[in-house]
Each structure stands twice: as C-alpha cells, then as structure tokens.
C-alpha cells in the first residue's frame, strides 16, 4: 500500500511535470507560428537536437595585425551550432535556452550584457538515424551577430529534415567583435571550411556519422554573411574590391583569392551548393561586385529585402544584385518599408530595459513590421525555396506568385494577410 506521503510526491511531480508541458505549448517561443503563418512556416515532423561543435582552421592570415610586408598567421577558431531531427526521450522536453549577449565587446559604450532566451530543441539528443542522410544547410550571421540569430529558421530547417550548421564568426560576433577587415576577408572562407568540416563529419566516429549530405548543401547569409554565401556560390568579388580592402588594410591583397577574376577563387566554387539563401547581403554599393564577377553566380538564390534598406542599400544594392546575376534563377523578396532587419530573431525582452543603448533593440526591430510575422514569412519561402532544390519537393505553387501581394492573397497565405510584399523572379538569360 502507497504511504500518503509517497502518493502526495507523486502528484507534486505530476502537477510540475504537467505544468513544463502546458507551458511548452502555450509560452510564444522564436519561431512559434502566429494565428496568420503562412502554410509553411509550420515546424515540420522531427523533433529537434542541437549540439555546439567547435572547429580550428590553421595558419589562416590574421589579417588584423600583418602589414603589407609582414603576413602574420594564426589558428581560427570557430564555434558552430548544429540541429538535426533527433529523438527525444519519454519524460524529456523538447526545450532549450541559449546563452547569449547583448552589445558590442569593440565599443565602450554597449558593454556586453548576457541574457537567455529559450528554443525548441534538445541539448545533445541523440540524432535519427533511421531515415538516412539530410541536407546540409550552413548559416552565416551578420556583422555583429552570433549563430544563434536566427534560432526560429535553424530549428525551423531541422524539423523539416535538414542538418543546419550555423557559424560563430571570429572577430565578427558581439563578444569578439574586430576590425571589418577579418569579416571581409574570412567570411566565404569560414563558409567553405565549415562545409568541409561538416562533409568530414561522415568519415568520422561521432553521432552525426553517415547522417550529412554534404553533396546536397544550401547556404543563408545575412547581410555580411550574405556577402559571404554569394561569394561561395559564384559571384567573386570584382577587381575594385581589392581597392577597398586595399585601403582597409593598409594595401594588403589578401583578398585577391576571393576575386572574380581568379583562376584560383574560380575553382574553389563548390558543386556540393545547390541553393542560395541572401537576406540583405551588403556590398553592392560599395563594389564589392560588378557586372563581371556577377556573372559567376549560377546557383538558383532567393533574395530577402527591405525596400528602405538603409545599411545594404535595395535599388542600388540588393536589387541591383538579383537584377545582375543573370545566370541563374532566382528570386527577390521585399518587405516593403522594411530596413535591415529582415532576418533576425525578435528583439530580446532584455533589449526593451529603460537605460540601454538603442540599437540593443533596434539590432533586431523593424520599424514597419512585426519581427515575429517576418519570422513566419521568411519559414514559409525558405522552406519553399529550399525544398524545391535541396528535396526536389513540388512547391513551385508558392513561389509563382503574383508580384504584388497586395492584388490577390498568395498562395499559402491566409486570406487577406499577404499585404506589403513583393515577389520578384527571374530565370537565366
């Protein structure tokens, strides 16, 4: 027979362990599809598991402190975040939180503050290894940002059967940040080492073993890190380029394997990138490309835009991007009257403190829109866009769309909620 103190433990553990799972489906996390999500932007069938893996690339050019006359080279170190569809224990929930920081460690007046905020995701779940190989999806933040600044598409991908990969930068996060020139010269570079180091994964004794498709890989950028992916998927950089960097570094053209024009940049484009994510990709207007070294690009990409893009530019920069890589198909989505931040997570509670330097928030925040109805979109076309290239799956319905949003509710669209977008698209000439 049950002492009644042994029956009362048991119903406190019932009612905490009730409580965990009514709040996991009622607390809004990142990501969570609001009431007018579009189709897609729900989470697929996997749950999700996420682990930290930490890589070393060696005797890289420490462009931060060589001189024209005087490389120097360091070991870069380089953490990544990884989900995957895993399998969750009986009694275990599918909950995380992410330790993160506000600020900038380069400026004195935005110390760095730390502060959590929870995903949909299990720290080192054991991986599914029941249904084969999945895509490989690498992400690439912006300057600053970290890999978890997308959170709500990276978990988003995973329960949808891909691997996604996404990249601490060095010297470009909020707890390392240095000088601009280690973002423009390292960002493809980190790209295509973490490709690397992800495709070696399947050759080695760990949990994701066999579980990569490496030959199948997509690639996200944000803003620098749009700069980066176009970069690794074709689209060298133009010879003017060298001039900025040049003058950036004191003369240095260690940029010069990343040209265009190079026929050693030329065969370091990877057949295993299939498709091409770009939210706000920064540098057309300051030359990083031109006509030329456009052509290059000839991986199917889908742009994301603000059309008052004051940090990348949109007529003169990400459009004129999508307008001059020609040979390929692709796509631009703008939201309208949007700026920069088209793909972030929603600004932290933390950022919104009396006190706190305003770009904490407004790192994250639209002035036009909701950062959480972004969020729902971009699921919706990445998942579309991705599957199409990355699954061979038939979503073309929800990307032959009427070009204003605002003519008739798109396909995958709620009625009435498809207000404010535009969907440009335009296959090789």
């Given at each position: 027979m049950i002492s009644k103190s042994i029956y009362s433990f048991f119903i406190i553990l019932l009612l905490f362990s009730t409580n965990d799972i009514f709040a996991q489906k009622t607390e809004f996390i990142y990501g969570d599809a609001l009431p007018d999500a579009p189709e897609l932007a729900k989470r697929g069938n996997y749950k999700v598991g996420v682990k930290t893996l930490e890589f070393i690339n060696k005797n890289q050019i420490d462009i931060l402190n060589s001189k024209k006359d005087n490389e120097v080279l360091y070991d870069r170190k380089l953490k990544v975040e990884v989900w995957y569809p895993a399998n969750i224990p009986a009694g275990q929930i599918e909950m995380i939180s992410y330790d993160e920081v506000m600020g900038s460690s380069n400026d004195p007046k935005r110390p760095l503050i730390p502060f959590q905020f929870?995903?949909?995701?299990?720290?080192?779940?054991?991986?599914?290894s029941k249904d084969g190989k999945f895509p490989l999806i690498i992400v690439s933040h912006g300057y600053l940002g970290s890999r978890f600044l997308l959170t709500y598409l990276t978990e988003n991908l995973a329960s949808k059967g891909y691997i996604v990969a996404a990249i601490d930068h060095a010297e470009?996060?909020?707890?390392?940040?240095a000088g601009f020139p280690s973002t423009l010269l390292n960002r493809s570079k980190d790209i295509l080492f973490v490709l690397n180091q992800m495709a070696e994964l399947n050759n080695t004794k760990n949990e994701l073993k066999g579980l990569i498709d490496a030959e199948n890989t997509g690639l996200i950028g944000y803003s620098m890190g749009g700069y980066g992916v176009l970069n690794v998927a074709g689209a060298g950089y133009s010879d003017n380029s060298l001039k900025l960097f040049g003058a950036l570094t004191g003369g240095s053209t260690a940029l010069e394997v990343r040209i265009g024009s190079n026929e050693a940049y030329q065969k370091s484009i990877d057949a295993r990138v299939k498709a091409v994510v770009a939210f706000?990709?920064?540098g057309m207007e300051r030359g990083v490309w031109d006509a030329e070294s456009m052509k290059g690009l000839k991986v199917p990409t889908f742009f994301v835009a603000g059309s008052q893009d004051d940090i990348s530019g949109y007529e003169k920069g990400i459009k004129a991007i999508y307008n001059g890589v020609t040979n390929t198909e692709r796509y631009l989505l703008t939201y309208m009257n949007a700026r920069h931040n088209v793909a972030p997570n929603p600004p932290p509670a933390e950022s919104t403190q009396p006190g706190l330097h305003f770009d904490e928030y407004y790192r994250y925040a639209e002035p036009s829109w909701n950062e959480?109805?972004?969020?729902?979109?971009?699921q919706h076309f990445v998942t579309a866009f991705l599957g199409i290239h990355l699954k061979k799956e038939d979503n073309n319905k929800y990307l032959n769309l009427p070009t204003?949003?605002?003519d008739k509710t798109w396909e995958g669209f709620k009625a009435r909620s498809s207000t404010g977008l535009e969907l440009l698209h335009a296959l090789p000439e």
């Open positions: 929870k995903g949909r995701a299990l720290r080192d779940a054991s991986p599914i470009s996060t909020f707890r390392d940040a706000a990709p920064w959480r109805r972004i969020n729902n979109i971009n204003n949003s605002n």
